[in-house]
């Protein structure tokens, strides 16, 4: 019972808070693109993923961790960078001439997402190895599940919300 209360919390309270960042705080650096703050930690994510297996598949030679031996330390790096690389063009695009602040920002998000989602799927992956299954759901079979397409969104979003109700 504990365990599903947990479960519970994790997802609510990552959703909630993606929400929140989605009807952003007034006033604060980011205000200008809060329609746009979710589609970005999104498609923070979405690179970091493909970039990493790109960059791992080409060059990676150093596992990450035991717990998803295909990861290596050249493919989460390469990820990261491209990643914080990609947002702070899309951030210097999207913000009206170039707003120095609106760009960090964008490459502070993509950085603390592109880390936490690693992170987060690689907690997601220990828990489904501890529980003796492939996948966690049978939604999307062969892909770890439907929890494994969000459970780098699902970690990351504290982060970030903290981020932004901190320091942006």
Do not use: C
Request: positive net charge; glycine residues 10%; proline residues 3%.
């Amino acid at each position: 019972m504990g365990y599903s209360a947990l479960g519970l919390i994790y997802i609510s309270l990552s959703l909630g808070m993606l929400l929140n960042l989605r009807t952003f705080y007034p006033g604060t650096a980011l205000e200008s693109v809060n329609k746009l703050l979710v589609l970005v930690i999104i498609l923070s994510l979405w690179v970091n993923d493909t970039m990493a297996y790109l960059v791992g598949s080409v060059i990676g030679k150093t596992p990450l961790s035991k717990i998803s031996p295909k990861k290596t330390w050249e493919g989460t790096i390469g990820g990261i960078l491209f990643a914080i690389v990609s947002m702070g063009v899309l951030g210097y695009f999207l913000s009206s001439g170039f707003e120095m602040q609106t760009v960090t920002n964008y490459m502070i998000i993509a950085a603390i997402a592109a880390i936490a989602g690693t992170i987060g799927d690689l907690l997601q992956s220990k828990l489904k190895r501890l529980a003796d299954v492939k996948d966690s759901g049978r939604i999307l079979p062969g892909h770890g599940g439907f929890l494994d397409r969000f459970d780098s969104l699902l970690f990351a979003t504290p982060f970030i919300w903290l981020y932004i109700v901190m320091f942006a």
